[in-house]
């Protein structure tokens, strides 16, 4: 089984004024797989020239959903992160809930701290330049999205992240795609139409005290 990921599901277009929803999801490659806890969720929306929005998701059916509406025309971005928490894994790879301290009844090999973002892009009313980075630990940043393709950067902690791989994973299609980002962090994929999810992740060392690994997602979600 793939690793779980988060993901946002939003209209690309809407009107200025018009309400926009957004569910947060949680599974693997646009499949829903366990739920996410508000709690653990932080949710922002930003827009060139105007404060970042800060929104309050809420549980409905298996998914997080939440709303706003845009006060200016141009590209807003929403971004979430969701910190996952620790867990123990054993030697055939079970993930328990928690660190060593609370489950000394298991043979734990690792201890990995999961951490997710997630990045969609709305278009409203007009096209303008795409944002860069908004300063996360770990994200996608698209640079060029045109008829099939798309160039953009993976950057971990303000710097590009050279020989990481990016995957493509479209909703109903048969075949995923990969590529390693170059030197400099970047990377290009020629999709075909449709919507496409863009995975990638990298481990560091954990924080002292609190677990062997750290393990950061994250994803873009965006239609051709």
Known sequence: MAPHNLWLECPEQV??????FCRI???HHFTLDGKVDPAKVSLDVYARGLDHLTLEPVPRDEVLVASFIPETTGMHTIVAK????????DPKGKHYPGGREQNTGHKVVRTVHYVHYAKKIITVERETPLPGSFGLEYEIIPFSIGDGDIEGLVQYNGKPLPEVTVFAHGRNKPMSRMVKTRHDGRFELHLSQGEWMLIAAHKVPGEE?????????????LTL
């Open 209 to 221: 005290g609190i677990a062997d690994i750290r393990h950061i997602a994250s994803t873009f979600v």
């Open 15 to 20: 009107r200025l004024g018009e309400q926009l």
């Open 82 to 89: 969701f910190d996952a928490g620790v867990y123990s894994i």
């Open 25 to 27: 999801c949680y599974g």
